[in-house]
T-cell receptor
Framework: GAVVSQHPSRVICKSGTSVKIECRSL??????MFWYRQFPKQSLMLMAT?????????EQGVEKDKFLINHASLTLSTLTVTSAHPEDSSFYIC???????????FGPGTRLTVT | QKEVEQDPGPLSVPEGAIVSLNCTYS??????FMWYRQYSRKGPELLMY????GNKEDGRFTAQVDKSSKYISLFIRDSQPSDSATYLC????????????????FGRGTSLIVHP
């Protein structure tokens, strides 16, 4: 149980285009999901907290207009990287907390490369 | 001082050794403690989670929490090369009825290498 999926697992896009990454909780409902970014050999960096039915809460320094987050249902959150640039290339990981619980389950990650 | 401190390593041990991974924290509100394992280019995998002080065992893994010292540990017995990964500790306050903070705070991770 407690499986989180991400799609796509890997994406390459051209500079200036937008990319959408989906995060799904497959066997539980999640009122809250999180989006992280991770550079090679570095720790997780929390980008935003996504709450179902309300606006996401962004961490300091994360541009909300560039990283659009939508949490439309209790099992789906999406991250859209708008007008992507090479410096947006990174490993993006989502996670979800089952409603009423405290432990966090992570997706497998999405590797974004912007050329 | 960061809320959660974790030595990044790398920690290199021979196969079969007992591994001790540790984190210290400063926020006394933390009540929920988690350990994750992350292989390269993969998302973190939840290994163990526990409330408050005490020990919890699961197979070769034992999680230990000492709230008086604000110190948590993960022990791995009979370590295997397949245990080579980065281990992250995480902790949070328990969500209160009024909706108190529950966003986990992560350590930076310890890189473990188990060599044959």
């Amino acid at each position: 149980g407690a499986v989180v999926s991400q799609h796509p697992s890997r994406v390459i896009c051209k500079s200036g285009t937008s990319v959408k990454i989906e995060c799904r909780s497959l066997d539980f409902q999640a009122t809250t999901m999180f989006w992280y970014r991770q550079f090679p050999k570095q720790s997780l960096m929390l980008m935003a907290t996504s709450n179902e039915g309300s606006k996401a809460t962004y961490e300091q320094g994360v541009e909300k207009d560039k990283f659009l987050i939508n949490h439309a249902s209790l099992t789906l959150s999406t991250l859209t990287v708008t007008s992507a640039h090479p410096e947006d290339s990174s490993f993006y990981i989502c996670s979800a907390i089952p409603t009423g619980r405290n432990e966090q389950y992570f997706g497998p990650g999405t590797r974004l490369t912007v050329t | 001082q960061k809320e959660v401190e974790q030595d990044p390593g790398p920690l290199s041990v021979p196969e079969g050794a007992i591994v001790s991974l540790n984190c210290t924290y400063s926020n006394s509100a933390f009540q929920y403690f988690m350990w994750y394992r992350q292989y390269s280019r993969k998302g973190p995998e939840l290994l163990m989670y526990t409330y408050s002080s005490g020990n919890k065992e699961d197979g070769r893994f034992t999680a230990q929490v000492d709230k008086s010292s604000k110190y948590i540990s993960l022990f791995i017995r009979d370590s295997q090369p397949s245990d080579s990964a980065t281990y992250l500790c995480a902790m949070s306050a328990i969500r209160s009825a009024s909706g108190g903070s529950y966003i986990p705070t992560f350590g930076r991770g310890t890189s473990l290498i188990v060599h044959p």
